[in-house]
């Protein structure tokens, strides 16, 4: 549920990457690499089950 | 050690290949969310969305070729007129993901400029250098204007109040782009 403290965290975050412009990828980047990696390895399970590559065609709005 | 590349994230790294690979061929500028994750917004996104220079079909084979020769794959076909005549002459993106990933992303969701504030921001696309990223951006407060005037999704405000945040905004410019938005709405 987004209240106020959902809006100060983006200040407060905001804030940080302001002021560390060389820290702050550092302390993302394993978050953001993360989701492009479970999303690899599940499209990857997904092609190998029954109709799977039809399945992310359909994912993939094709 | 290079601490710039050694944090350079997996989109990160996908974006500028293919960006210096687009470089060759035409004009581009990145826009939207990746702007703003560029920037530090934590947030995870499917697709980076680039506007590049129209381009006669000749030179889009050439263009598509080397994405090919490079590891990308187009998700919609592999043929170029195809894609060339079917969707971006008629206004619809096409979508390039690295080969034999089964489509997963990311991927690079890539239009044909089209009217006047496209055309702009292919003129005035700026680098970043806090986002350490050797890519072409529109200018930050086109990307402000267009998520405020017309995008309009809690994600979309909450990139916008996060870029605000960062820069020293111009705000006459943003009024001047929303303007601009309302005018093509019509």
Redesign the interface.
């Given at each position: 549920m987004r209240d106020k403290t959902h809006d100060e965290q983006i200040e407060r975050w905001a804030k940080f990457v302001k002021e560390n412009p060389d820290k702050w990828k550092t302390e993302i980047k394993l978050f953001l690499d993360a989701q492009i990696i479970m999303a690899q390895r599940f499209y990857s399970k997904l092609a190998q089950t029954k109709e799977g590559r039809e399945k992310i065609k359909v994912l993939r709005g094709l | 050690m290079n601490?710039e590349i050694d944090?350079?994230?997996?989109?990160d790294k996908f974006a500028e290949k293919f960006c210096e690979i687009i470089e060759r061929h035409t004009k581009y500028f990145i826009c939207s969310g990746f702007t703003a994750?560029a920037?530090?917004r934590?947030r995870?996104t499917?697709d980076i969305d680039m506007i590049i220079e129209k381009i006669p079909i000749e030179k889009f084979i050439q263009l598509h070729k080397e994405l090919i020769r490079e590891e990308f794959e187009c998700?919609?076909s592999d043929n170029p007129e195809v894609l060339f005549e079917n969707y971006l002459n008629t206004g619809l993106s096409i979508?390039y993901v690295q080969a034999g990933?089964?489509?997963?992303?990311?991927e690079m969701e890539v239009k044909f400029a089209k009217g006047e504030l496209d055309k702009e921001q292919l003129k005035t696309r700026k680098r970043y250098p806090?986002t350490?990223l050797n890519i072409y951006f529109s200018p930050i407060e086109a990307t402000i204007a267009f998520k405020e005037e017309s995008l309009k999704s809690?994600k979309d405000l909450?990139d916008a109040?996060?870029l605000r945040?960062?820069y020293q905004i111009d705000e006459g410019e943003i009024k001047r782009i929303k303007r601009e938005i309302r005018k093509i709405k019509r």
């Open positions: - | 601490r944090n350079k994230t997996i989109l994750i920037h530090g934590t995870g499917e998700i919609q979508r990933k089964n489509f997963a992303p990311p806090m350490s809690q909450d109040r996060h945040l960062i």
